[in-house]
């Protein structure tokens, strides 16, 4: 079975430090691992995937994260955080033709 | 190219109602899955479909089904509601599972 875990429900980061989420996942073969964020009133949209080849993931909006298969973790950074990155984030692992989401790490940005 | 179109937007509904949500899909996806969004319980899977075949289904009861057509639009079904089916249902596309889901703005259902 899959599932993915979200340790941190609510975070609170000021605007221009950076921001870490995490996020471990359980699968049993090569993961599918994505990242998805919802801001309010919007829809999700993917910030990055995962499947193979570099650990090391660029995605839009300044996001990064990285794959340890060790330690069965897939987690978001971003340098320097801007207002607008004030959302509700989720990771989730693909297989078995689902997607089977984290419970989401809400992040709010301070001035 | 235009996105995943969910109607309707907003239903209201009472116990032991029956609710038809649709899903139109991004043009040329095959694939179109269903989730169930709740506070307490986050995102849910439902069903997928690829090419008028469910290929997956998730822990819900048999009040919920769904059906995909030859178009690749979908409908979900809920039969006999009950209170705790109220949430925002949300359908996604893709050109095949594994890929980008594209998600649409959902459906919040409410029963009363």
């Known amino acids: 079975a899959q599932s993915v875990t979200q340790p941190d429900i609510h975070i609170t980061v000021s605007e221009g430090a950076s921001l870490e989420l995490r996020c471990n996942y359980s699968?049993?073969?090569?993961?599918?691992l994505f990242w998805y964020v919802q801001s309010p009133g919007q829809g999700l949209q993917l910030l990055l995937k995962?499947?193979?080849?570099?650990?090391l993931v660029q995605g839009i909006k300044g996001f990064e994260a990285e794959f340890k298969r060790s330690q069965s973790s897939f987690n978001l950074r971003k340098p320097s955080v801007h207002w607008s990155d004030a959302a509700e984030y989720f990771c989730?692992?693909?297989?078995?033709?689902?997607?089977?989401f984290g419970a989401g790490t809400t992040v709010t940005v301070r001035a | 190219k235009a996105g995943v179109t969910q109607t309707p937007r907003y239903l209201i509904k009472t116990r032991g109602q029956q609710v038809t949500l649709s899903c139109s899909p991004i043009?040329?996806?095959?694939?179109v899955s269903w989730y169930q969004q709740t506070p307490g319980q986050g995102l849910q899977f439902l069903f997928e479909?690829?090419?008028?075949?469910?290929?997956n289904k998730g822990n819900f009861p048999g009040r919920f089904s769904g059906r995909q057509f030859s178009n690749s639009r979908s409908e979900m079904n809920v039969s006999t509601l009950e209170l705790g089916d109220s949430a925002l249902y949300l359908c996604?596309?893709?050109?095949?599972?594994?890929?980008?889901?594209?998600f649409g703005s959902g459906t919040q259902l409410s029963v009363l």
């Open positions: 996604a596309s893709s050109v095949s599972v594994n890929e980008k889901l594209f």
């Open positions: 699968y049993g073969a090569t993961p599918y």
């Open positions: 995962y499947f193979s080849g570099d650990t």
């Open positions: 989730a692992v693909g297989g078995d033709y689902k997607l089977s």
């Open positions: 043009s040329g996806h095959r694939s």
């Open positions: 479909y690829f090419s008028e075949t469910q290929r």
